[in-house]
C-alpha cells in the first residue's frame, strides 16, 4: 500500500510539473502616451498651418499609440509590438528617430527565474542586443481593486528613475522658460566670444523619477507584465507611468497556436547602460547635423 502511495504521489507531481511547462498565456495591450502638451504648444505657434499641426498630430499618434503582444508561461515571456505597414512619406529622419524611443521596436524577453532579460532593438539603422539583469522594483502593495475585463485586480505602486532615452517622459518646457533659457545662452556666448553648445533637448523637461501604479490579478498567477515591468503576485493588466497607460484588453489563456517564447539573438550584444549612453550620443550627433544644416530640430514652439 505504502509503494502504491508513493507512485501516485510522484505520477500527480510529474502531470503538475509538465502542466506548469505546458501552461502559457497571451495578452494585449493598447498602450497610449498623453500627448496634450505637445498639442498645446503646437496650436500656441504661429508657425503651424493648420496642415502642419494636423500631419504632427497623425505622426505623434502613430508613435504614442501603439498595441503590443505578451505571450508568457511560468518562467518567461516575450512582449511585441503589433506589426503594422508604414504608409509611403510619412515618417521623417527625425520621427523615425523619436519614434524608435516610445517603447517597443523589437522583441523584449523577460525570465524571470533567471531575474534576466533580453531586447533587440533596431536605432538609426543598427541593431542592437541589450542583454542585462530585471530591474527590481519596491512595490508598495495598496488596498484598492478594481475589475480589469472580468479579473479583479489589485493595486500597487512603485517610484522610479525616469529614463533619459525614453521620450514618453520628456514634456515640452513652457514658453517663457524656453524664451529666457535663449537669453542666457546668447549673454553667454556674447560673453565669451563663441558659440555656445546647447544640449538637444533644451526645450524639454524631465522629471527626476516617476510614480508608477500598476492593477495585478492574482487569479493569472504569473510573474509578468508589459515591457520591463513584473516582479507582483499576478499577471499585469494595467500600467501607469508618468504620462503613458499600458491597458490590457484581452487574454487569452492556454492559446491553441503555442507561441514560442525565446530570446531575441541578432544583434551587437551590449548592457543596458551602454545602450543608453550610445543613443544620448547619437541624439547629440543628431543635434549637431540639424544646427549645420541651419535646421531648427524639433521645435514644437517658440
Sequence with gaps: MKKITITLVLLLAFISSNAQKDFQGMAVYESKTSTSEFKSRMSGNKDFTPEMQKMMEERMKKMFEKTFILSFDKQASIYKEEEKLDAPGQSGGGMRMMSSMMGGGGTYY??????????????????????????????????????????????????????????????????????????????????????????????????????????????????????????????????????????????????????EIKAPSAGKVITQKEYDETITKKMEEFRQMNQGQGGRGMRFGG
Design 110 to 259: 523577460k525570465n524571470v527565474k533567471e531575474k534576466a532579460y533580453t531586447v533587440d532593438k533596431e536605432f538609426m539603422g543598427k541593431e542592437f542586443l541589450i542583454k542585462d539583469s530585471l530591474k527590481v522594483y519596491n512595490w508598495k502593495m495598496e488596498g484598492e481593486t478594481r475589475q480589469i475585463g472580468g479579473y479583479t485586480c489589485y493595486k500597487a505602486t512603485t517610484v522610479i528613475p525616469a529614463s533619459k532615452t525614453d521620450f514618453r517622459n520628456f514634456r515640452p518646457k513652457k514658453e517663457e522658460e524656453v524664451k529666457k533659457d535663449e537669453t542666457k545662452k546668447e549673454d553667454a556666448k556674447a560673453e565669451e566670444g563663441k558659440e555656445k553648445k546647447t544640449n538637444f533637448m533644451d526645450e524639454f523637461d524631465m522629471p527626476k523619477e516617476i510614480t508608477v501604479t500598476a492593477w495585478y490579478t492574482p487569479e493569472i498567477p504569473v510573474n509578468q507584465g508589459p515591457e520591463g515591468y513584473w516582479g507582483l503576485p499576478g499577471l499585469i493588466l494595467e500600467v501607469n507611468d508618468g504620462k503613458t497607460i499600458t491597458l490590457c484588453s484581452k487574454v487569452v489563456l492556454n492559446p491553441k497556436d503555442k507561441a
